[in-house]
């Protein structure tokens, strides 16, 4: 107990009873400035998840995915939604043991040790930094393709403004994102289906098809998946995260499957393998040959609401995990500081806002995705790590999941495994100096 009720309680002592009120309350009420509010129910949780997974990668990863995999395209897709589908479990698991902000940072902390969590928070949170820079750099390159930069930066401005009024606000505006996103995806299958020119010979095997293909393919396609981590992230906004968790992460994550799925099908079987790997607007390219011109600009807008959407939700994420960091001193304390009236941690969510939008004024969208894939898949296997620890039969899919993890990484390009390795590794060498 604090020492001036104490002395209270010596100067009145025919008021126990009163000051004993007054302690509970504050006791009560001083913690609830330090923590975010549980607002979350399954289905925003869902939505949160599917604003990243079904966001800008189904319009630009399927064309750097089949130039990769020729028609080996679908195997990758599977083998991502495999490794992807493992780790979704892991975390599901996890974030029912231990429902706070933070994801796999607080997992593996509590599981494995403090410097695996750390490990896992600075993966995430330069991983997930880059690929805030790549979906702002998105949207600039479909809205103002001469002003790309510019528009980033006011894009990153505007959804920080809105992430700082209160998880609700962002999760009402991920509803209409997601909506307007799956409306313009349905068009583009509904087109495809019904112009004649989908062929069902075209999804065959081809003597194109390589073991490393379909493994870089499934590394690119699992950046995409990645966004049910999200999810987990926001665990301390979520109502009653035991029960809400574990089901809105496969949830969001089955739902998100069936639509990459679908479209790859209808998109693949219009344009073939080959002339897919080298187009870079993959879906308008298909709307194009299917002879539906007046949905080409529709598919426009539509990637840059999925790279708002994608751009929110990662902001989301990346602002949480450096709370957790923040309270555990790996970050500068005043980034732990709560809001007393949005209940959202405003200096992080401000902090991240400013990182992202220097990044997205000076940096190169190309490079972004693969070594922000690097990092995500390390978190992962992290996570997978401190799954394993829970025993039970999650153990062969945690390990399942940790393979998986390790295999997709080494197969990413060198380049992104080079600047990748190199990160992590100075991440792990300021954890030793600190800890010194």
């Known amino acids: 107990m604090n020492l001036p009720f104490v002395a209270l309680r010596a100067v009145l002592p025919w008021r126990t009873r009163s000051v004993d009120r007054v302690v509970a309350v504050v006791s009560r009420v001083r913690p609830m400035t330090q923590e975010l509010r549980r607002s979350l129910g399954v289905f925003d949780a869902v939505v949160v998840g599917l604003g990243s997974m079904v966001g800008a990668g189904i319009f630009v990863a399927l064309g750097p995915a089949a130039q990769e995999a020729g028609s080996g395209l679908l195997l990758g897709l599977a083998l991502a939604a495999v490794v992807a589908y493992c780790n979704a479990m892991a975390s599901a698991r996890l974030a029912a043991r231990h429902p706070k902000s933070g994801g796999t940072y607080v997992y593996g902390r509590e599981q494995l040790s403090p410097f695996w969590g750390y490990l896992a928070g600075w993966s995430f949170v330069v991983g997930k930094t880059a690929s805030c820079a790549a979906m702002a750099l998105t949207v600039g390159a479909y809205v103002w393709p001469g002003q790309a930069h510019a528009v980033a930066v006011a894009a990153v401005v505007a959804l920080t403004a809105v992430n700082?009024?209160?998880i609700q606000k962002s999760a009402l505006l991920t509803r209409a994102i997601v909506a307007a996103v799956l409306a313009v995806l349905a068009a583009v299958v509904v087109s495809s289906l019904s112009s004649g020119r989908a062929e069902a010979g075209r999804l065959a095997l081809g003597g194109d098809l390589s073991v490393g293909g379909v493994l870089g393919t499934a590394g690119l396609l699992f950046f995409a998946f990645a966004g049910y981590a999200r999810i987990a992230t926001l665990g301390e906004e979520v109502r009653d995260p035991a029960r809400t968790i574990p089901r809105a992460i496969p949830l969001a994550l089955g739902i998100a499957l069936v639509v990459y799925a679908t479209v790859a099908v209808c998109v693949l079987s219009?344009?073939?393998?080959q002339a897919l790997g080298g187009s870079v607007a993959p879906l308008a390219d298909a709307a194009r040959a299917a002879g539906a011109h007046w949905l080409v600009p529709v598919v426009r807008v539509g990637a840059a609401v999925a790279a708002l959407g994608s751009?929110?939700?990662?902001?989301?994420?990346?602002?949480?995990?450096?709370?957790a960091m923040a309270r555990d001193g790996h970050l500068p304390a005043a980034l732990a500081a709560v809001h007393p009236r949005f209940h959202v941690p405003h200096r992080a969510e401000l902090a991240v806002g400013v990182v992202v939008a220097v990044v997205a004024a000076t940096a190169d969208v190309r490079g972004a995705i693969g070594f922000s894939s690097f990092g995500v898949l390390v978190y992962y296997a992290i996570a997978n790590a401190s799954a394993w620890t829970l025993g039970g039969r999650g153990r062969v899919m945690a390990a399942v999941g940790l393979v998986g993890c390790g295999v997709l990484a080494c197969a990413l390009p060198w380049e992104s495994v080079a600047a990748g390795g190199g990160v992590v590794a100075a991440g792990a060498a300021l954890f030793a100096v600190r800890r010194r």
């Open 311 to 323: 751009l929110l939700a990662l902001i989301l994420g990346v602002s949480r995990t450096t709370l």
């Open 270 to 273: 219009v344009l073939g393998a």
């Open 164 to 166: 700082y009024r209160g």
